[in-house]
T-cell receptor, first 112, second 115 residues
Framework: GENVEQHPSTLSVQEGDSAVIKCTYSDSASNYFPWYKQELGKGPQLIIDIRSNVGEKKDQRIAVTLNKTAKHFSLHITETQPEDSAVYFCAANRDGGFKTIFGAGTRLFVKA | NAGVTQTPKFQVLKTGQSMTLQCAQDMNHEYMSWYRQDPGMGLRLIHYSVGAGITDQGEVPNGYNVSRSTTEDFPLRLLSAAPSQTSVYFC??????????????FGPGTRLTVL
């Protein structure tokens, strides 16, 4: 079945540094790739997403890149801040949202 | 708007007991789903619904039942709880099943322990 692999499982960076989280997917028909942030004790919240017809998308300090040929996509956070500390999930699905497959998550620590 | 609400926040069950996890949304979303979150395994889809009266299975449906009698509510029933069902359960909703690329809105979760 469809699978999404996410690396690393844990990432620790110094405040102000960049953080990169990488994901690969198995279903070549996947065309929507959201990223969710989960803070302690809360449900995941969408922070950025990308569709298969673009290669990169930015929103302030956050960017996502997509390589359809290699079937991988990445989340880039620049100028990290302590409030960026959370668990981040990548996900993939076809046609907009049903049966979304999530990666295992990356726990990001930003040290002040 | 309250968004997606879930009750209870915490629950402890004994093996073999049954219970219902409640989920409600006030955004008039058509699509609702249930996930379980286990350490190192991300979020796995249990059941989902594309509208009132319509439900379908996700990746890990065994041991769980759902129904969708109204747009707002999507309860998850554990028929006979097992220790393997110890997990954090999240309900989510999204706007319109006819639209592509729907953001899912998640509830705060229910932490379930089965002894």
């Amino acid at each position: 079945g469809e699978n999404v692999e996410q690396h690393p499982s844990t990432l620790s960076v110094q405040e102000g540094d960049s953080a990169v989280i990488k994901c690969t997917y198995s279903d070549s028909a996947s065309n929507y790739f959201p990223w969710y942030k989960q803070e302690l004790g809360k449900g995941p919240q969408l922070i950025i997403d990308i569709r298969s017809n673009v290669g990169e998308k930015k929103d302030q300090r956050i960017a996502v890149t997509l390589n359809k040929t290699a079937k991988h996509f990445s989340l880039h956070i620049t100028e990290t801040q302590p409030e960026d500390s959370a668990v981040y999930f990548c996900a993939a699905n076809r046609d907009g949202g049903f049966k979304t497959i999530f990666g295992a998550g990356t726990r990001l620590f930003v040290k002040a | 708007n309250a968004g997606v609400t879930q009750t209870p926040k915490f629950q402890v069950l004994k093996t073999g007991q049954s219970m219902t996890l409640q989920c409600a949304q006030d955004m008039n979303h058509e699509y609702m789903s249930w996930y379980r979150q286990d350490p190192g395994m991300g979020l796995r889809l249990i059941h989902y619904s594309v509208g009132a009266g319509i439900t379908d299975q996700g990746e890990v449906p065994n041991g769980y039942n759902v129904s969708r009698s109204t747009t707002e509510d999507f309860p998850l029933r554990l028929l006979s709880a097992a220790p393997s069902q110890t997990s954090v359960y999240f309900c989510a909703s999204s706007q319109d099943r006819q639209s592509s690329y729907n953001e899912q809105f998640f509830g705060p979760g229910t932490r379930l322990t089965v002894l």
